[in-house]
C-alpha cells in the first residue's frame, strides 16, 4: 500500500489534466466562434438601374456564399445608386424598388448575412434605410438619423430622419450599422454602444465632382465621407 500515494497523485494530476484540456478546448471553440469573415463590397452602382444593381449584389453574394462569408455589407443606397435625387418620389420606382428587394431576398437563403443600402417608403416617409438579408427574410436594420444638407447633398429635401437602430449578432458579437453622416456625431455611436454593440459598420455613399482643374488632371474629388 505504499504506493497508493503516488498512485493518488497521479489519478489526481490525470483528471487536473483532462479538465485543464477541456477548458481550452472550450476557450479556443469560442475564439474561432469569434473570428468573423467580413467582406466590404465597395463596388459602383448605375443610378436608378435596379435590375444592374440587384445583378451585381447577387452575383456578389454568389461568390461570399461560396467562400463562406458571415457578412457581406454593401455601401449606402447601393441598390438605387446615390444619389437618385427626385426619381425617389416616383411611385413607380418605390414599386420597383420593393419588387427588387424582395426578389433578392428570394435569393439569399445561404448562411452569409447580406447587406445594403436602399431608399424605403413607410406611412409616406421616406428614408435613407439599411437592409438586412439572410435565409429569404429581410429586415431593416438601420435607417438615417443624420442627414447632410450642404454642398452636393440635400437629404433632408428627399428622406425623414430617424434614429432607428438594430444590431446584428453572429457569433457572440453584436454589431451597430451607422450610416454614413451618423458615424460623424457621436450621439449615435453612443446610443449603439449602450445596445450593447461591439463592432460598428459605417456603409458611406457619396458623389464624385470633377472641377476642370481635376479633370486636366485626370483627377476626381470626393467630397463623400469614406
Avoid at 131 to 153: A, C, E, Q, R
Wanted: with cysteine; proline share 4%; net charge positive.
Amino acid at each position: 500500500y505504499k504506493d497508493q500515494p503516488k498512485l493518488f497523485e497521479r489519478y489526481v494530476y490525470c483528471i487536473i489534466s483532462k479538465i485543464f484540456y477541456f477548458a481550452i478546448s472550450i476557450r479556443s471553440k469560442f475564439q474561432m466562434d469569434k473570428n468573423l469573415k467580413i467582406m466590404l463590397a465597395q463596388l459602383n452602382p448605375i443610378v436608378g438601374d435596379l435590375e444592374n444593381n440587384s445583378k451585381i449584389i447577387l452575383e456578389t453574394y454568389k461568390r461570399a456564399s461560396k467562400n463562406k462569408v458571415d457578412i457581406l455589407a454593401f455601401p449606402e443606397m447601393f441598390l438605387s445608386g446615390y444619389q437618385i435625387q427626385d426619381l425617389v418620389f416616383m411611385p413607380a420606382f418605390q414599386k420597383d424598388l420593393e419588387k427588387y428587394i424582395r426578389y433578392i431576398g428570394k435569393h439569399c437563403i445561404n448562411n452569409t448575412y447580406l447587406l445594403f443600402g436602399s431608399p424605403v417608403v413607410e406611412k409616406e416617409k421616406i428614408f435613407n434605410a439599411y437592409l438586412l438579408f439572410k435565409n429569404g427574410k429581410v429586415k431593416i436594420i438601420s435607417k438615417k438619423y443624420h442627414l447632410p444638407n450642404d454642398t452636393l447633398f440635400d437629404e433632408k429635401r428627399y428622406f425623414s430622419e430617424s434614429d432607428h437602430k438594430e444590431l446584428l449578432e453572429i457569433k457572440g458579437i453584436k454589431i451597430g450599422f451607422p450610416i454614413c453622416e451618423d458615424i460623424w456625431y457621436d450621439d449615435i455611436s453612443k446610443m449603439l454602444k449602450k445596445k450593447g454593440a461591439e463592432l460598428l459598420i459605417s456603409p458611406n455613399g457619396s458623389c464624385l465632382l470633377y472641377t476642370s482643374d481635376a479633370a486636366d488632371e485626370g483627377l476626381g474629388v470626393d467630397l463623400g465621407g469614406r
